[in-house]
């Protein structure tokens, strides 16, 4: 029986393997047609440029979801393709960009987009597996599905991400104003927002993982002080993004402090509501955890009201 367990599981991580460098293969290809874009396209200005590389490349991983009938395929691209993104922008940037800003930058977008493709890797299966609100797309209008994909899950997204990204774009190509107290602010905000992920997804991995009751909720760590912790340090990470925009040029911050506004909204108003629905249909006591929690910043938990 252990002999046949063991087959089991290395055929697992041999088809998990395989997806991954399929996944892999087909971010390799995207980049390939973003990269044809961004020398073929004819658009003048780099950075409406640079979008329309972001969606030709959106629409190569599109066109692999559709293939293999998995829209997870997407789910690693957008903390991918930024990293690509600032370092095409780099090779664009003005020579008196501060280095220092260009550094700090460049730690905050590699380190958050490596940690989190990371953190998506170790936790996705195969594919065997597409995330829990596909498949609710899939069940609630299956004959729409793939438009709602291409729109919803693939687009929508690079839309989003993309506006957030030109939030930084003068702190990376611009001269703009010398390295000062936003900068560091920038720095910090994204640090602190990268460590709140961090710890976060570990603590909920090795939750997940370990040894609990069926329905349990993860209570302990930042999750004892907020409901949604490693959302909070993706929303710190992206006012980073505008914080550095803002140092570099503050005539385009009155307009880019919209993206993460959008952002902070899309999780306050879709990723958070669909998640606690969800967790409220799965987990016996969430709607204690919803009592006792503050759903965003990390709080002492309050004494439940008597009923």
């Known amino acids: 029986m252990s002999g046949s367990g063991n087959a089991t599981g290395i055929s697992t991580d041999r088809s998990k393997a395989q997806a991954l460098r399929l996944v892999g293969f087909s971010y390799l290809v995207a980049l390939a047609a973003g990269f044809a874009t961004l020398a073929l396209a004819p658009i003048e200005d780099p ?11 959106t629409i190569v991983i599109f066109g692999f979801s559709f293939a293999y009938d998995n829209s997870s395929f997407y789910d690693a691209y957008w903390s991918v393709v930024p990293i690509a993104i600032v370092l095409y922008w780099a090779t664009l940037a003005d020579a008196s960009v501060p280095a220092l800003r260009l550094a700090g930058v ?36 299956p004959g729409f599905y793939w438009p709602i994909s291409f729109l919803g899950i693939h687009f929508f997204p690079t839309v989003i991400v993309f506006a957030g990204l030109a939030a930084l774009y003068p702190a990376v190509v611009q001269g703009g104003r010398p390295v000062g ?48 912790p490693n959302y909070l340090g993706e929303i710190l990470v992206w006012w980073s993004f505008f914080l550095f925009g803002l140092a570099a040029d503050p ?20 990723s958070i509501p669909l998640i606690e629905k969800r967790s409220l249909e799965r987990r016996i006591d969430y709607q204690r955890v919803i009592d006792e929690t503050s759903m965003l910043i990390p709080l002492p938990p309050r004494s439940r009201s008597p009923r």
């Open 181 to 228: 107290p936003i900068d560091l602010a920038a720095l910090l905000v994204g640090l602190a927002g990268i460590a709140f992920e961090w710890i976060a997804d570990d603590q909920l991995r090795a939750f997940t993982t370990g040894p609990k009751r069926p329905g349990e909720t993860l209570r302990t760590g930042l999750w004892r002080y907020s409901r949604h």
């Open 47 to 57: 950075l409406w440029r640079t979008f329309a590389a972001d969606a030709v490349a």
């Open 106 to 141: 460049g730690l905050v977008v590699g380190v958050w987009g490596a940690r989190l493709t990371w953190n998506w890797a170790r936790g996705w299966t195969g594919l065997d597996h597409e995330d829990w609100r596909y498949v609710g797309f899939r069940e609630l209008a």
């Open 251 to 270: 005539a385009w911050a009155k307009l880019a402090v919209l993206a993460p506004l959008a952002m902070t909204g899309m999780f306050l108003l879709v």
